[in-house]
């Protein structure tokens, strides 16, 4: 059976190309870049070319890039780090309802510690509307952090007007851009960013090596104390091989891409929601992400349909692949102001530009079937509902 991976939100497959990139440096320039002979100048050629390369798509400079092992950890160093190096200046962190776990968690962890946290809501679509988050800012705020793409219902937020609300205060402001990053604007300059968390795994990079934006002049504290690698901020010896791979993985993502994946999710989107009693989780259009669509079937719940769908060599996700373990709704769709029968029937499919239309259509020839089976047999479904289900062969 052939697999047909519709969970690129949770992880990507690695480019062919990127695996090609990255292989000297498992074997013949396998040198540790910090050393000063001829192998480790070789390795560190290869990280500074990586790392012009990743400054460059965001519009940074180079020394504002800081190599890390990834979305979790630059998440952790911005939001704790800037708290610990800030704390003579305030106490408050201003965030969202709607964040990934790493950032929620070292928030929590950071209210045990002292620090005051405002988590802001949402509207249904999973907006963060701008003037709230001036209105919450006090004279104790020092970080403001809100993702820019959502991992679980695509909503890509409005940094830009967010960014200028910062500014204006005098508040630095962070982003999460792990699921946005090459995928829709993102610029530092622009969109008046002072930390921006992107990693490797969600576009065809190796996993494990991400990066954090730290704008010149900002005052943050280290995670990790050691050798003084990256500028004395994340002390450590560089993944190069990973960080190779990464840079490729930008360098070979383009705008072609995004609207093949654009194209492709509103395909997807036309044809689940010829199900009856399905609904969209998440925003629509421009302001959602290319590749992101997530729904609610009625009646049913989303870790049923992914069980059946994986029986067909079908791979989705319910919320994000982090929280899946858990039997708890998901944060995010909660914070939509949905109940959680609802949020309990939803299922993502993330695409990415490897998706065929062939994969969708098969996709599209078993769901419906999948749906009809599950609300037969659940206690929820209204009896009409059981009546007019086609099992479409399941
Ligand atoms: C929005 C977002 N932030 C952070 C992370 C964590 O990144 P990593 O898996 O590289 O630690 C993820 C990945 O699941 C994510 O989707």
Known sequence: MKTIYLDNGATTMADPKVIEAMK????????NASSTHHKGQEAKMALEEARETIAKSIGARYDEIIFTSGGTESNNFAVKGIAFANK???????????????????????????????YLDVDKEGFVDPKQVEKAITKQTILVSVI????????IQDIRA?????????IIFHTDACQSYTKTLLDVKKQSLDLVTINSHKIHGPKGVGALYVR???KITPLNHGGGHEFALRSGTENVSGIVGFAKAVKIAGSSHIKQMTKMRDYLFENVLKIPDTAVNGSTGDRRLCNNANFSFKYVEGESIGAYLDAKGICSSTGSACSSHTLEPSHVLMALGMDAEDAHGSLRLSISRFTTKE??????EVLPGIISKLRKMSPLAKSDTKDSADSGGW
């Open 88 to 118: 003579s200046k305030g106490n408050h962190i201003i965030t969202t309802k709607i964040e990934h776990d790493c950032i929620l968690n070292a928030c929590k962890w950071l209210e045990t510690q002292g620090f005051k946290v405002t």
């Open 24 to 31: 000297p440096y498992f074997d013949d320039k396998f040198g």
């Open 162 to 170: 967010i960014g200028e609300v910062c500014r204006k205060k005098e």
């Open 216 to 218: 010149k002049g900002t």
């Open 359 to 364: 994969e969708i259509d098969k996709l599209i």
């Open 148 to 155: 820019h793409g959502n991992n679980e219902i695509g909503t």
